[in-house]
């Protein structure tokens, strides 16, 4: 795989993990998204927070400072304290904005670059993959806080229940082809 092959899938699936949170934003009320279940749990607000501040300590000057930056305050991302669906919304596209604007400086001059997270060296592909793993895991958080919030009326956001064969044959009906898993769902946003 070469580099802007790597790039170009990193992309995709950050693309796709972004709608997928963005679609359940659509889904919910804003009473919804400051739902807390309980203090040890987080509102779907305060996941976005945390992620938009993570995205901006990894990503601001990435190939030049460390990934932690001394101006982040990663308890305070815990603090409940977003105020309304635009200010959500801010913190969310300022944190996808700032990470989509690292991942378009990466080329073969840089990419085999060590940087830092907490004074760690990293590979290009070990931090990516170490976010890549890391903001999805909160977006599943938001989904699964999205679904049981709506319950029954909940959209789903892959293969409903009860349409897994349907959407197999449909699959196995088309020649094989090359593409990325996520085109479809990209390419048909609602």
Not at 100 to 119: G, H, P, V
Not at 126 to 135: F, G, P, V
């Amino acid at each position: 795989m070469t580099i802007n092959n790597y790039l170009e899938s990193v992309f995709k699936q950050f693309e796709y993990y972004k709608m997928l949170g963005e679609k359940t934003f659509a889904q919910l009320t804003d009473e919804q998204l400051f739902y807390q279940y309980n203090l040890e749990s987080n509102s779907i607000a305060t996941i976005v927070k945390h992620i938009s501040g993570n995205m901006l300590s990894r990503w601001t000057d990435f190939l030049t400072t460390d990934g932690e930056k001394d101006w982040r305050n990663r308890e305070a991302e815990f603090d409940n304290d977003v105020q309304n669906r635009a200010e959500l919304m801010l913190l969310w596209n300022e944190g996808w904005t700032c990470l989509f604007t690292a991942l378009k400086s990466i080329n073969s001059d840089n990419f085999e670059q060590i940087i830092y997270i907490r004074n760690q060296g990293h590979s290009i592909t070990e931090a990516i993959n170490r976010q890549l793993a890391h903001y999805p895991y909160h977006i599943g958080q938001i989904v699964f806080s999205g679904k049981m919030l709506k319950e029954k009326e909940w959209d789903s956001l892959s293969i409903p229940r009860g349409d897994s064969q349907k959407v197999n044959e449909e699959k196995f009906a088309q020649p094989k082809k090359k593409t990325h898993f996520t085109d479809e769902f990209l390419n048909n946003k609602k």
